[in-house]
């Protein structure tokens, strides 16, 4: 079992930029992939980006990709994902998932993830 903990959402304006924290327990943390997903009020979860066990492959949602840098730490059992160039279309409630997939295709399913954090909101103005 896997619990997890986001953190580093806030209020930013346009331009700036946010790293998000997914802090880890429970089963070996080098032992399954990391997402992050997204959720504006009103739409539905999207997929913002995967890094695959122990580590190395990524990947990216097109709205995101040359602005956001997902990462992990094995050895602090966290994950972070870097947001530079925030957009206001960028604000959500970001969750950080577990999974036990490792390719692109099923690292965009939601239903993929077996764990989820309760989330943190990140809000971007104009």
């Known amino acids: 079992q896997v619990q997890l903990v986001e953190s580093g959402g806030g209020l930013v304006q346009a331009g700036d930029s946010l790293r998000l924290s997914c802090a880890a327990s429970?089963?070996?943390?080098?032992?399954?992939?990391l997402g992050w997903f997204r959720q504006a009020p009103g739409k539905e979860r999207e997929f913002v980006a995967a890094?695959?066990?122990?580590?190395?492959?990524?990947y990216y949602a097109d709205s995101v990709k040359g602005r956001f840098t997902i990462s992990r730490d094995n050895v602090k059992n966290t994950g972070y994902l870097q947001m530079n160039s925030l957009k206001p279309e960028d604000t959500a409630v970001y969750y950080c998932?577990?999974?036990?997939?490792?390719?692109?295709?099923?690292?965009?399913?939601?239903?993929?993830?077996?764990?989820w954090g309760q989330g943190t909101q990140v809000t971007v103005s104009s």
């Open positions: 429970g089963r070996t943390f080098s032992s399954y992939s």
């Open positions: 890094i695959g066990y122990p580590g190395g492959y990524t």
């Open positions: 998932g577990a999974a036990s997939g490792r390719t692109r295709y099923l690292l965009e399913i939601e239903g993929e993830y077996y764990s």
